[in-house]
């Protein structure tokens, strides 16, 4: 008998954004991880569907919260969890987010349409995300080493006499039993290697805006202007096309959480329609540019084949942009069962083009928009 009795697996409907829990139940005890938490469309179903998450784990622990990037759509609406994790004793082990260069990062804040504490967030994640959450932060950067393989374990604080142990890449494992090797559930980032050009209009923008950011840490010009120099520099050599936009969803996490060894089966019971026998695993992907060939092909090469087998449910790539999705994606997941589009129209997303690829890999195709919440609950046979 399986150590892993039940997973739960909710995607919430915030509109166009995402805000994705688990919970992994293991021999009676409840490990959660978070994904992402924003809307681009309602700053109140984000507070509300926080607020009942949070109720719904009071006086747990909470894993990992890791942020997929940071567009105001993936992260507005950490206020709204910080503020209902604080009322509900909700805990926070480790939060982890893409590691941004200081210019990645002003240009974001630029870009944002949010208010001072949310640009502060984009300028300063660790000083910020430390305040909200009293948790540890770790920044991870994209790496091309191939494979990603049981990673060793840290000597962060969740490595000690527990079921959970940390891992260097910011994921954890999950053992049978404290204190035995014998793993049974891990959850694994992966970013993809790349950096990206710069161009003048962009600095321009930069000098037009710096008084505006001023009081939140950023750089006098001369220090933006160095920053820009040495981007561009080591840009031109690694990527010399691409473009302002390739930025964060390059950069954007990729999170597989499912278990190890051979594919488990399990009851997908997916909204709308009747439990589905299937891999019990989970892939979320942000805006990730999946509709490239080569950036498929990394991340179905560090990840590997085993874990991408253990996949039944998907969050789509980007909403469900047609740029960000292809059919290549979708033939690295063979036992895909349920896909959720997380939009509301906006930029026409999700497109029909991205929802026909993900149903004729054989997934239910699942939108999740303006309901209170959609959830994929998952439970082993």
Request: proline letters at 5%.
């Amino acid at each position: 008998m399986s150590a892993i009795t039940s997973v739960r697996i909710t995607q919430w409907g915030v509109g166009h954004g995402g805000f994705h829990t688990q919970s992994i139940d293991v021999k009676g005890e409840r490990v959660h991880v978070v994904y992402d938490c924003g809307s681009s469309d309602s700053a109140r179903r984000v507070e509300d569907a926080a607020d009942e998450y949070a109720r719904s784990i009071a006086g747990e622990r909470v894993e990992r919260l890791v942020l997929s990037h940071f567009d105001d759509d993936h992260i507005n609406g950490l206020r709204y969890l910080a503020d209902a994790f604080r009322k509900n004793d909700v805990t926070v082990g480790r939060i982890v987010a893409p590691l941004l260069t200081p210019l990645d990062r002003l240009v974001l804040a630029l870009a944002s349409e949010g208010d001072r504490s949310l640009r502060r967030l984009i300028l300063e994640p660790e000083a910020v995300l430390g305040e909200e959450f009293g948790a540890e932060i770790q920044l991870v950067a994209g790496n091309d080493l191939g494979p990603v393989n049981n990673a060793p374990l840290g000597s962060d604080s969740d490595s000690t006499g527990r079921r959970v142990r940390g891992r260097v890449d910011g994921g954890f494992d999950v053992n049978e039993d404290a204190g035995t090797p014998s793993l049974v559930w891990e959850v694994v980032p992966y970013v993809y290697p790349a950096i990206s050009n710069e161009r003048g209009r962009y600095w321009s923008r930069l000098c037009e805006k710096l008084p505006d950011l001023s009081d939140v840490g950023v750089p006098s010009n001369a220090d933006v202007s160095m920053v820009l120099t040495e981007h561009i520099k080591v840009a031109r050599e690694t990527r010399p096309n691409s473009r302002k936009s390739d930025w964060t969803n390059f950069s954007s996490i990729t999170l597989y959480s499912g278990p190890t060894g051979p594919s488990t089966v399990g009851w997908i019971h997916a909204p709308r329609g009747r439990p589905i026998a299937g891999a019990i695993g989970w892939l979320g992907t942000g805006d990730s540019r999946y509709g490239q060939k080569r950036t498929v092909d990394a991340m179905s090469n560090a990840l590997g084949l085993h874990r991408l087998k253990n996949v039944g449910v998907v969050g789509a790539p980007h909403h469900g942009s047609a740029k960000n999705s292809s059919a290549h994606f979708w033939s690295q997941l063979p036992n895909v069962m349920v896909a959720t589009f997380h939009a509301s129209g906006r930029h026409g997303h999700p497109t029909i083009q991205a929802m026909r690829q993900a149903a004729d890999s054989g997934a239910a195709v699942v939108p999740v928009n303006d309901r209170s919440y959609e959830q994929c609950a998952v439970t082993l046979r």
